[in-house]
T-cell receptor, first 113, second 111 residues
Framework: SAVISQKPSRDICQRGTSLTIQCQVD?????MFWYRQQPGQSLTLIAT?????????ESGFVIDKFPISRPNLTFSTLTVSNMSPEDSSIYLC??????????FGPGTRLTVT | GENVEQHPSTLSVQEGDSAVIKCTYS??????FPWYKQELGKGPQLIID?????GEKKDQRIAVTLNKTAKHFSLHITETQPEDSAVYFC??????????FGGGTRVLVKP
């Protein structure tokens, strides 16, 4: 498995501002992902963070709103830009380790007022 | 794309009883089926998984079964304990690395 940490663990932000979430893994991994979990809902994939190239976004998510960086094989950031109350969610990073297994970080709980 | 349906959405059981959660998937190319447990305030934790070449897998009190013909798989928890109370998610992997998740089941184990 992999040990994943996220910062911050939670935050309360005002609408119109941006928040950058960090994800750190204890070992080098090829695949890193960012998910959104809206209150009481399941997990939705935002994008795959690619090391050394632009992230691959899922339908409904765009780079201008959720810019992602992946400077190396152990670290990634997700920025939630120009936030609105609808962006209030848990944001989770995950990594692929082993054959197919994916492991999740503890999440960042974001509230936008 | 893949679609995963999960039932029930909530499940209340008495401590010591068994709990069963069922998922169906749509893409016959899916070959990996993990289950995650998410406790309040935490990220999802991988608790057990099964691959398409296996029909059943057990790990202590939890087991997963897979029926590829019918495209459904189930999580079985025996001798439930209060610490089993959580939200459980099934998922399917239709090749590549993009998991598709079910809607989740909130399990409450009553002492």
């Amino acid at each position: 498995s992999a040990v994943i940490s996220q910062k911050p663990s939670r935050d309360i932000c005002q609408r119109g501002t941006s928040l950058t979430i960090q994800c750190q893994v204890d070992s080098q991994v090829t695949m890193m992902f960012w998910y959104r979990q809206q209150p009481g809902q399941s997990l939705t994939l935002i994008a795959t963070a690619n090391q050394g190239s632009e992230a691959t976004y899922e339908s409904g998510f765009v780079i201008d709103k959720f810019p992602i960086s992946r400077p190396n094989l152990t670290f990634s950031t997700l920025t939630v830009s120009n936030m609105s109350p609808e962006d209030s969610s848990i944001y989770l990073c995950s990594v692929a380790a082993g054959v197919d297994e994916q492991y999740f970080g503890p999440g960042t709980r974001l509230t936008v007022t | 794309g893949e679609n995963v349906e999960q039932h029930p959405s909530t499940l209340s059981v008495q401590e010591g009883d068994s709990a069963v959660i069922k998922c169906t998937y749509s893409d016959s190319a899916s070959n990996y089926f993990p289950w995650y447990k998410q406790e309040l305030g935490k990220g999802p934790q991988l608790i057990i998984d099964i691959r398409s070449n296996v029909g059943e897998k057990k790990d202590q009190r939890i087991a997963v079964t897979l029926n590829k013909t019918a495209k459904h798989f189930s999580l079985h928890i025996t001798e439930t304990q209060p610490e089993d109370s959580a939200v459980y998610f099934c998922a399917a992997l239709p090749g590549g690395n993009k998991l598709t998740f079910g809607g989740g089941t909130r399990v409450l184990v009553k002492p």
